[in-house]
């Protein structure tokens, strides 16, 4: 897949930042009230314990969904007293992430959340962190054989498989049944999870799938994607996005998309931001698969946390559930929350 503050709407548009270490939050211990002199104990040598230090890591710096991730990762940290460094690479790059994360594994830090490019590159250097004694969580994006101890997400199957029933409802007076998907990094377990789910409704459902295309979570090369499958398939009648990167931007940056949108095709987009819902209100959209991207802040950070300080036990799999919006009335929903920064209803 919930809330914060300060101008929202700004900080959601400005640019992600870069790659490296970024402290989101940090809180010092209450203090004492002071004693009488008589009644001062005397100083001691004993080292203060420091506050926790938590890696959090994105798939990418540059994707803005996980922006509201940083900042419910920022608000639960200023709860908790702890620190949060937000360290990811620019753009989708398993084995960059791997290089960070080894970095902050030699540091010592506390714990690990981290939203995986690739189950299988970033399986060792998870290992290596659980083997260092750095407890480590998975959110988003998992890495199922490795040694993490549970992953915070939705049920990517069952999204996806409801996606896949609008799907067959949209398109189920239209004789032209084909539909293509659109995908990030090849391999990407959620996303392969989703593309998986939907082809077992939609093809037994009676729909044509024609091809799978990959944009590398860019959305400039997912712009290409679209128009490149577009220009391949003109009359193609549905558009089922494992995730929305090009409708990220300007749609009239993909006019044969928009042409094919205006004369039919129907489109069902993972994520909920500000641009697919304006596009779902005109008419250019149909049905949009809401992550908790707060929640990959907020909620799983709490886990670590009850995880590290507490020694709360988790299952495999904690389960964020999932939004689903259909129509202009629900699309403002979610607008409101973009414009007010509050994700926490």
Not at 25 to 30: G, I, L, N
Not at 154 to 167: C, S, V, Y
Not at 193 to 214: C, N, S, Y
């Amino acid at each position: 897949m919930n809330n914060s503050r300060v101008s929202r709407r700004a900080f959601l548009r400005a640019v992600p930042y870069g790659i490296g270490a970024l402290a989101l939050a940090s809180c010092a211990a209450p203090q004492r009230p002071a004693q009488p002199a008589a009644e001062q104990p005397q100083p001691t040598s004993a080292p203060q314990a420091k506050p926790l230090t938590f890696v959090w890591s994105p798939k990418a710096v540059n994707n803005p969904v996980f922006d509201v991730a940083r900042r419910g990762a920022e608000d639960r940290a200023k709860e908790l007293g702890i620190t949060v460094e937000w360290i990811g690479p620019e753009s989708a790059d398993a084995q960059k992430q791997a290089e960070l994360l080894d970095a902050a594994i030699a540091r010592k830090v506390d714990g690990m959340g981290i939203s995986c490019n690739d189950p299988d590159a970033l399986k060792p250097v998870i290992d290596r962190a659980m083997d260092a004694g750095i407890p480590v969580i998975t959110w988003d994006s998992d890495s199922p054989n490795s040694k993490r101890i549970t992953f915070y997400s939705l049920d990517n199957e069952a999204a996806a498989r409801k996606g896949a029933e609008i799907m067959i409802d949209l398109l189920k007076d239209s004789q032209n049944k084909t539909y293509a998907i659109l995908t990030g990094v090849p391999g990407a377990q959620n996303l392969e999870a989703r593309i998986k789910a939907f082809r077992e409704v939609a093809d037994p459902g009676g729909l044509q799938w024609v091809a799978t295309d990959p944009c590398y979570d860019d959305i400039q090369k997912g712009v290409e994607v679209l128009e490149n499958r577009m220009t391949a398939n003109p009359d193609l009648a549905g558009y089922f996005m494992a995730g929305a990167w090009p409708l990220f931007g300007n749609i009239e940056a993909m006019p044969k998309f928009k042409a094919a949108a205006e004369r039919g095709m129907k489109t069902v987009a993972w994520d909920i931001l500000e641009n697919e819902l304006k596009l779902l209100k005109q008419g250019l959209v149909h049905a949009l698969i809401g992550q908790k991207f707060y929640g990959w802040g907020y909620d799983a950070v709490g886990i670590l946390y009850d995880i590290v300080a507490n020694k709360k036990q988790f299952p495999p799999f904690v389960d964020t559930g999932f939004d689903l919006v259909t129509t202009p009335e629900e699309a403002d929903k979610f607008l409101k929350k973009w414009e007010t920064g509050n994700w926490r209803d």
